[in-house]
C-alpha cells in the first residue's frame, strides 16, 4: 500500500530506497542464513525464505518511514481520527 500511494501521487522517486534497503537486507541475510556464516544457524531453502520475509518487512518499513517524514499523506486522511468520511 505504500507503493501504490508513492505511486499515486507522483512521488516514485522514493521506492528507490526502499528496494535499495531490501536488497542489501536480502543480500546479508541470505549469506548469513543460507550458508551459516557469522555466528547463525546454516539453515538451506528456509534461510533463504526468512531472508525474504525480512527484507520484504524491511523494505515496507522504510517506505512507511519515508510517507511520514514527507508527510505524503496530507490530504488523503491516512492517519486521521476525525476522518469527515467516516461521519456520513
Given at each position: 500500500?505504500?507503493?501504490?500511494?508513492l505511486v499515486g501521487t507522483n512521488n516514485s522517486k522514493y521506492l528507490k530506497y526502499g528496494?535499495?534497503?531490501?536488497?542489501l537486507v536480502n543480500v546479508f541475510l541470505d549469506y548469513t542464513?543460507?550458508?551459516g556464516k557469522l555466528?547463525?544457524?546454516a539453515m538451506g531453502f528456509?534461510?533463504?525464505?526468512y531472508a525474504s520475509?525480512?527484507?520484504e518487512v524491511t523494505g515496507a518499513f522504510i517506505v512507511f518511514l519515508i510517507i511520514v517524514k514527507k508527510a505524503l499523506y496530507n490530504g488523503?486522511?491516512?492517519?486521521?481520527?476525525n476522518n469527515p468520511i467516516q461521519k456520513q
Open positions: 500500500m505504500g507503493n501504490a500511494l528496494f535499495i534497503g531490501e536488497a542464513l543460507i550458508f555466528g547463525f544457524p528456509n534461510g533463504a525464505a520475509v525480512l527484507a488523503f486522511y491516512c492517519f486521521k481520527a
